[in-house]
């Protein structure tokens, strides 16, 4: 039979730390916010220039309309 302390070390063991503030971050890394609190996911490519792609995706692609044709 396990006692109190041995659980207590196993519970301390498996012990899982979830950074909420990190996640969150990383979910909204490919998405921009709309004023009505929705999302909407963003082009993954990067203009001529070098910066990012601030387009609207094409529903279910990873890129706008633009790149899109280019990677067909």
């Known amino acids: 039979m396990e006692t109190r302390?041995?659980?207590q070390n196993?519970?301390?063991q498996n012990?899982?730390?979830f950074d909420f503030d990190e996640a969150s971050e990383e979910w909204r890394a490919n998405k921009r916010k709309?004023?009505?609190g929705t999302y909407v996911y963003v082009c993954q490519k990067?203009?001529?220039v070098g910066k990012e792609c601030k387009r609207k995706c094409l529903i279910?692609?990873?890129y706008c309309k633009m790149h899109n044709k280019n990677n067909i």
């Open 60 to 62: 279910g692609k990873e």
């Open 46 to 48: 990067q203009t001529k």
């Open 15 to 17: 012990e899982f730390i």
């Open 10 to 12: 196993t519970l301390k």
């Open 5 to 7: 302390s041995e659980r």
């Open 34 to 36: 709309l004023d009505n």
